[in-house]
């Protein structure tokens, strides 16, 4: 299992840098964090894994701010550098408005980006499922990856804490210092994108080469809406999913 580790300090910025940009990297898991994630919200944490590491970075951006992404090491790594870096895949879960409050927020122009909730709608239509909305992540989880009892209470504690339909508030993860639940609550959906990413292509029937493809040009087209002047975060039109087929 990944050790959790939280970057509030640029010493330790530097550490994760020079895990997440060794030479190799290929591959990153990505997930954001905030309060009304969007242009017009905050960014609070940003959770990011290598595939070829056992350490799930979150990084506090609510303490760094925009040094969390602008900070260079000796080497010459950035934050910035590595999201903007047309050779490493970013793998999200449903990308608009991470990549919304990253370029608006914080200037960050994400690319080569694979998105698993479109590649979630490509499994389902590679079996010739008709696909009107999109999948949350929990749901995924629970249906492709029969996550464990301690997932699941992870989960829900986490819920809790910001959802205000249970009393919760999206403020909890600006609070410092950090609840150790809000720690494990955001470490533990990264932790599970490279699985949930090998299980939804092990769905893909026929074509697969062809649907990975449609994908990848689907999930930038996500990140390119984003920055669109009128782009909109919220509202019921976000559930449709696109329309692609091979």
């Known amino acids: 299992m990944p050790t ?3 970057v509030d300090d640029l010493l330790k910025l530097d ?4 895990d997440i940009s060794s030479l190799g990297t290929t591959k990153l898991a990505v997930d954001l964090e905030g309060v009304d994630l969007c242009r017009h919200g905050k960014v609070s944490l940003l959770q990011i894994l290598s595939y070829h590491s056992n350490i799930i970075w ?11 992404f602008d900070h260079t090491t000796a080497y010459g790594s950035s934050l910035r550098g590595v999201l903007e870096s047309q050779g490493i895949v970013k793998v999200f879960f449903d990308v608009r408005n991470d990549a919304d409050s990253l370029y608006h927020l914080f200037g960050v122009n994400l690319t080569n980006t694979y998105d698993l909730q479109v590649l ?16 949350g992540l929990g749901k995924c989880i629970e249906q492709y990856l029969n996550p464990t009892p ?24 600006e609070t410092r210092p950090l609840d150790p639940r809000v720690q494990a609550y955001s470490a ?11 299980a939804l292509e ?13 994908v990848i040009r689907i999930s930038a087209e996500r990140v390119a809406e984003a920055h669109n002047s009128v782009y909109a975060g919220h509202g019921q039109h976000r559930a449709i999913a696109p329309n692609f087929a091979v």
């Open 150 to 173: 301690q997932w699941k209470r992870v989960k829900e504690e986490g819920i809790a804490l910001f959802q205000p339909k249970q009393g919760g508030s999206f403020e909890v993860f």
């Open 4 to 6: 959790i580790t939280l």
């Open 58 to 68: 979150i990084i506090d951006i609510t303490v760094l701010g925009k040094a969390a």
């Open 188 to 198: 533990q959906d990264v932790e599970l994108l490279f699985q949930l990413e090998a």
């Open 120 to 135: 979630e709608i490509a499994a389902r239509r590679s079996q010739y499922l008709r696909v009107k909305f999109v999948t």
């Open 202 to 214: 092990s769905q893909l029937e026929g074509k697969a080469a062809a649907w990975k493809s449609a």
């Open 15 to 18: 550490t994760c840098l020079a």
